[in-house]
């Protein structure tokens, strides 16, 4: 029997699942500055959320050295023996916290780790609460997997940090994570022991809740900032604590593709389940060079980190003197997050009334040929993100940019 499928019923349908899943913000704008800067137009991008520093010579040839031995084959799932060791040895040494071997993870960047979290453990109905300004891809791998984000507003006055009272009041049967970002993306800001404190009490008193903190940005800290992770500060929150980083940002590997947890041993065997149905084993290479960085000497990370803080110091010096912008100083990571309230309803040399951080962001765009990422991207209006990734003089010439676009505004 001949089966005949009209043209318009064969047409592609996506699943459900990915209804309330867009592009990036991020990757949109940083798409349309790309193609500007193709056709001749002076664009500076602002948007990158990586380092402009390459990955040390050290770990490079520790790659080299991995290829040359055959080190070109799968390894273990969920990350070599050797990779894991040299994980538990960080915990240990760097944050106070004891994760046996099986008791951690790895993945092709920190995206799986909380991808495979989620999916391992979440059902549909289930909640996970997330501070904003938050990392938009929380929110999309949560609905993906069949979750429901609860989106908590962070104001700058409360230095973008989760309280206490919200966190209780965000609390339902239905609660199954909570997700913290310490430093954050997009705003810097960071949580330090006596902030966290009043956060574990609340998850004390609620056994239910699990909680997932990212400390990606761990290393890229300033002004004295004691860095500090949950699970060392609360040895029975541990047992349900889901520790997630990387060798992405501190020693600009973000193409290695090598993100880590620590974590409960029946979640972490969770994950591997999900993991195996997905990827598999990490690239042998790129975990070869993962020990290496974790191992190997860590003192090129303070004058990064030294230079980082420079340009921090530039950007929000240089837009706190800018009528309309208000920069809250960050703690870590490479972004500033500012508010614009006072560029709102102006309107632009073209007579278009600026109505939202979007707007403004793309007047910037369009008229100043200088791209950085909406509040709204992330949860929270009206503010707009700079990451200061990137050289001095390029940062001056943006600011210089923004400065006289926000001095054309009527």
Not at 37 to 55: H, S, Y
Not at 315 to 326: C, F, P
Request: net charge negative; with cysteine; glycine share 8%.
């Amino acid at each position: 029997m001949t089966i005949t499928v009209k043209v318009e019923e064969a047409g592609f349908r996506p699943a459900s699942r990915i209804a309330s899943v867009g592009v990036s913000k991020i990757l949109q704008i940083g798409a349309k500055a790309a193609l500007m800067k193709r056709e001749g137009l002076p664009v500076i991008i602002l948007g990158a959320g990586e380092p402009d520093f390459d990955t040390p010579d050290h770990i490079k040839q520790a790659a080299k050295a991995a290829i040359d031995a055959g080190e070109t084959k799968y390894t273990a799932l969920d990350g070599s023996p050797a990779l894991k060791q040299a994980i538990s040895a960080k915990f240990a040494r760097e944050n106070g916290v004891d994760y046996a071997v099986d008791e951690i993870t790895v993945g092709t960047g920190a995206k799986q780790i909380l991808f495979n979290a989620f999916m391992a453990t979440i059902d549909a109905g289930d909640e996970v609460i997330i501070p904003t300004p938050y990392w938009t891809s929380y929110s999309d791998i949560v609905e993906v997997c069949g979750g429901t984000s609860v989106l908590v507003p962070c104001s700058a006055e409360a230095g973008f940090r989760l309280q206490a009272e919200q966190l209780e009041k965000a609390i339902t049967s239905k609660t199954r994570w909570v997700l913290l970002n310490s430093p954050s993306n997009p705003s810097g800001a960071a949580y330090s022991a006596a902030d966290y404190q009043p956060l574990i009490e609340v998850l004390l008193r609620h056994p239910h809740v699990w909680l997932m903190v990212d400390d990606m940005y761990e290393h890229i800290i300033y002004d004295g900032f004691d860095f500090v992770t949950p699970a060392a500060l609360e040895p029975r929150l541990k047992s349900r604590t889901l520790t997630i980083n990387g060798v992405s940002k501190a020693y600009a590997m973000t193409g290695w593709r090598i993100g880590y947890a620590g974590g409960p041993k029946a979640l972490i065997k969770a994950m591997a389940v999900i993991q195996s149905q997905a990827t598999s084993c990490p690239c042998s290479v790129s975990q070869a060079a993962a020990i290496t960085a974790l191992n190997g000497p860590q003192d090129f990370l303070k004058d990064r980190q030294e230079s980082f803080k420079r340009r921090r110091d530039l950007v929000v010096s240089r837009l706190n003197a800018i009528t309309g912008l208000d920069c809250r100083t960050p703690e870590g990571a490479f972004y500033t997050f500012s508010g614009c309230a006072g560029v709102l309803n102006k309107v632009t040399p073209k007579g278009k009334t600026l109505l939202s951080d979007a707007d403004f962001t793309d007047y910037l765009l369009e008229e100043a040929h200088v791209a950085v990422v909406p509040g709204s991207a992330f949860g929270l209006s009206p503010f707009f993100r700079i990451s200061y990734a990137t050289s001095e003089a390029e940062l001056i010439q943006a600011l210089d940019r923004i400065e006289k676009a926000c001095a054309d505004l009527k």
